[in-house]
């Protein structure tokens, strides 16, 4: 369990460009990239306990949730349809 948000600039390194463009341009991944950040946040202050606390399903289910939308920014800056 890591503390450290996991901003999409740092899992996409090499895709920097292409995120800042398509956050500026397409509504469909601005959404998704919005998604995961506030997703990753609700997440990351649940585990180190500033924020409300979550029984382990709810948290499994953010954090299956958090992946999907990963897996759906990674396909979108590959240039797939998500």
């Known amino acids: 369990m890591s503390h450290l948000p996991q901003d ?6 090499a895709a920097a460009d292409r995120l ?3 956050k ?3 509504r469909h991944f601005r959404s998704l990239a919005d ?3 506030a997703l990753d946040d609700e997440i990351r202050r649940s585990e180190m306990g500033t924020g ?3 029984d382990d399903m709810l948290a499994e289910t953010m954090k299956k949730e958090r992946l999907a939308l990963l897996d759906q920014i990674a396909a979108l800056l590959e ?3 998500a």
Request: aromatic share 10%; glycine share 4%; net charge negative.
């Open 24 to 26: 500026e341009t397409d």
């Open 35 to 37: 998604r995961y950040a």
């Open 20 to 22: 800042r463009l398509l």
């Open 79 to 81: 240039g797939e349809k």
């Open 8 to 13: 999409l600039h740092d899992i996409f390194p």
């Open 52 to 54: 409300p606390a979550m």
